[in-house]
Nanobody, 122 residues
Framework: QVQLVESGGGLVQAGGSLRLSCAAS????????MGWFRQAPGKEREFVAF????????SYADSVKGRFTISKDNAKNTVYLQMNSLKPEDTAVYYC???????????????WGQGTQVTVSS
């Protein structure tokens, strides 16, 4: 089992920045990928970004490219999502995810975090 604990959400004005963290513990694996998804009220959960734990390759949703950056700290088993130039439409519950690269890319990871709320005011 892998436990994922997110932190760093909050309320920010449009144009501001936040950094989310996701600490992984338990049976983590170097073959894993980790990612971020988000779910706004009344909408389906959507992919935001992922990072491959071994090679560090990344991918982003078009809606966040150039504004969000995903990174990792191997020593701390932690993944970060730096969010800049935030917009009201970025308001959502953000979920950390971990699993195989295929699973994370397709939105079917093995593990989910509990979610952290991000609210961007206009």
């Amino acid at each position: 089992q892998v436990q994922l604990v997110e932190s760093g959400g909050g309320l920010v004005q449009a144009g501001g920045s936040l950094r989310l963290s996701c600490a992984a513990s338990g049976r983590t694996s170097n073959n894993y990928a980790m990612g971020w998804f988000r779910q706004a009220p009344g909408k389906e959960r959507e992919f935001v970004a992922f990072i491959n734990w071994m090679g560090g390759s990344t991918s982003y949703a078009d809606s966040v490219k150039g504004r969000f950056t995903i990174s990792k700290d191997n020593a701390k088993n932690t993944v970060y999502l730096q969010m800049n130039s935030l917009k009201p439409e970025d308001t959502a519950v953000y979920y950390c995810a971990a699993g195989t690269l295929y699973g994370v890319r397709t939105g079917t990871p093995d593990y989910w975090g509990q979610g952290t709320q991000v609210t961007v005011s206009s």
